[in-house]
């Protein structure tokens, strides 16, 4: 059902809606009526300190973890009626804050494996000549997005063997495989160096014209730097939204946040 | 050779070639023991796909043989003149079903729970035919006749060496689809799954759905070593499937070289010969009974411990790190301007 729903045209205007969304573990309360926009063509910021529920607001959008309240759609379509599995043939393509990079598979075949369409089973099982069309075909295009990522000479590295910064490319590399239309990355900053970080922002920045980025991240002077908005969580509650000049502002967030120091810079 | 059909393809071709020419070199009780080779190897090629490359322990697919056996045997009690090809194809149809079914009950479990739920298959399944005797014959068991070579081949062609014939075929379509598989996207997509679930889901890999598909693949393979397996013996009794056939397996994939064919390849050929060869070394050193006749379990299991040892990563990965050492050693004195700018 995936495959059908990757095949159909995306809406002009998708945009990921929450509303009202409430996450509740046992008695612990993740999220409380949380509603956000994230428009195609923007990058909406998503922070808040420790425990505010920016991981826990991912998971609830990629179905990985169940809201006992609310609503998300994407493109109108209620992604309650979709499976985690589902989502990237949806267009909504998430990257994992413990990268998730396969250990057995190459930085090639961690990004091709991802790709569609898949040939069916039985032609692996024979390895009939169009599954290996199939193959060759997901291989160049792995080949291409790594090397506009500038990191074509890793391909047949294994992960582990990668330093932190490539590794990070990597999972990069992997969710533009999946060709997004709303992109949802969670901290793609941790661990890079200064130089690093100005590249992702610039990258960031080249991607927004061709889809929505939500990005969950720590490191705040690229967020307001990047953001076009950006949302402010506070245990599991959103205390403050706008653009990174009027959060810069808000006392609240300063006093929730972001320190004194920079509310009076 | 790039492409993976021609490769693997010249492969099968070549090793069916060298193993049906060995068939002719040996006697007749050596070809029946490259049967038993190549019949469990089915086995643990099956169990390389679900456990080495997939990541979920079995520790039940003697159970799983048992059920491509029973279904070979009671065919054959029905209809005795079956050509043989019909029951073998109906064992892997049998306990692919069967594999769904567990499939699907695995796919919901992890580690230790996985590994407990095909420990109860292997010691549960079993008794089924213990106590549906009637049936299945209880444990006295039920009968299957010896294969006869067609007259084509001459009246005096081994009946061990048809059989060696028909299991070393059997053997590498095995081998050559579960390559051809393994090197392929869904290769791939089982190692994705194995390595991180939440990744795999992320990236629009149906889990549930390899997993249960991993099972079917595996389950498959042990139905058709399990109806050969029925052939070889010439029964099909409780007592052929107990745990411990479940535990061979398993070290013969780990033996060899954990979520590789050729290492798969390997660990049958230990695990099968060795019991073998031993034996026949202590019938050869004189020595009272009761060490003769406990020695060779003590032996195969100080084989297995210190091959264990010596190769952490399996016969196969020692082999992979020679090869590698091979290499580079050749390469070296025809280059010793780059070691001395290095």
Redesign the interface.
Known sequence: MCDVAASLPAPASTSLDVANLSVHFGGVVALDDVTLRVDQGEIVGIIGPNGAGKTTLFNAVCRLVSPSSGRITYGGRSLFDHRASDLAGLGVVRTLQGLGLWSRLTVLENVATTARPRAPFVNDLLALPSAERTRLQARDDAMRILADLGIADRASAYPSSLPHGVQKRVVIARALMMQPSLLLLDEPASGLSAGEVTELTTLLRGLRERMGIALVEHHLDMVMDVSDRVVVLSLGRVIAAGTPAQIRANPDVATAYLGEQVAHA | MR???LR?ATVCVALAVVLVLLTYVFDAFTDYKIAGVAIFFIAAAGLTVLTGVNGQLSLGHGALMAIGAYTTSLLLKEQPQLPMILPLLAAIVSTGVAGAVIGVAAARLRGPYLAGATLALAVGLPQVAVHYGSVFGGNQGLPVPVPTPPSALGGDFPNERWLAWIAIAAALITLF?LA??VS??????L??V???E??????????ARIQV?AFVVSAACAGLAGSLFAYWVGLTAPSGFGLSVSLQLLSAIVIGGL?SLSGAVLGSFLVVMAPFTISDLAGNLNLSSDVANNLPLALYGVVLIVTMLAFPRGIQGALFSLWRLAKRNLRRPQAPTVSTTA
């Open positions: 492409n993976p059909l693997h689809l051809n598989l392929g996207a869904t290769g791939a997509r190692r994705a194995a390595d991180d939440a990744a795999a889901s992320l990236a629009g890999i149906n889990v598909l979520g």
